[in-house]
Nanobody, 132 residues
Framework: QVQLVESGGGLVQPGGSLRLSCAVF?????????????IGWFRQAPGREREGVSC????????YYSDSVTGRATISADDVKNTVTLQMSNLKPDDTATYYC????????????????????RGQGTQVTVSS
C-alpha cells in the first residue's frame, strides 16, 4: 500500500508563496506509473466542498490545474526524491485550506479533471493559511 505524507504548509501573507511536498513511501514514483497511478493534489476548507487542485500525467508530460489556481501553481515530480511538489505563488485568502495529495488513476479522465474519490489513498494533509 502506498503511503503519502504532505509537508510545507504554514501561515503566509497574501501574495506570498509556498512549496508543498508529497513524499511517497512504499512505492517509487516509477513503480506507481507502471501500476497506472499518479499523484494529484486537492484541498478542503471548512464549510467548502473538496476541490481538486492539480494533477500530472507523466506519460505525456501534461499538467492540470483547477481554474482557481491556474497561473499560480506548478506541479512537478522528482523521481530521485520520490516526491511530488506543488509550488503555489500569489496566494490569496481563498487558498486557505488543508492540502492533500492523493493517488489517482494515471489514465482516464480523473487526473485531467482532478476528480478525487473518498476511496483514493491520501496523506494526512498540510494546513495552508493565507492571512495578513
Amino acid at each position: 500500500q502506498v503511503q503519502l505524507v504532505e509537508s510545507g504548509g504554514g501561515l503566509v501573507q497574501p501574495g506570498g508563496s509556498l512549496r508543498l511536498s508529497c513524499a511517497v513511501f512504499g512505492w517509487s514514483l516509477d513503480g506507481l506509473r507502471r501500476d497506472a497511478k499518479t499523484i494529484g493534489w486537492f484541498r478542503q476548507a471548512p464549510g467548502r466542498e473538496r476541490e481538486g487542485v492539480s494533477c500530472l500525467t507523466s506519460y505525456d508530460g501534461r499538467t492540470y490545474y483547477s481554474d482557481s489556481v491556474t497561473g499560480r501553481a506548478t506541479i512537478s515530480a522528482d523521481d530521485v526524491k520520490n516526491t511530488v511538489t506543488l509550488q503555489m505563488s500569489n496566494l490569496k485568502p481563498d487558498d486557505t485550506a488543508t492540502y492533500y495529495c492523493a493517488a489517482l488513476p494515471l489514465y482516464g479522465s480523473r487526473c485531467p479533471t482532478i476528480t478525487i474519490y473518498d476511496s483514493d489513498v491520501r496523506g494526512q494533509g498540510t494546513q495552508v493559511t493565507v492571512s495578513s
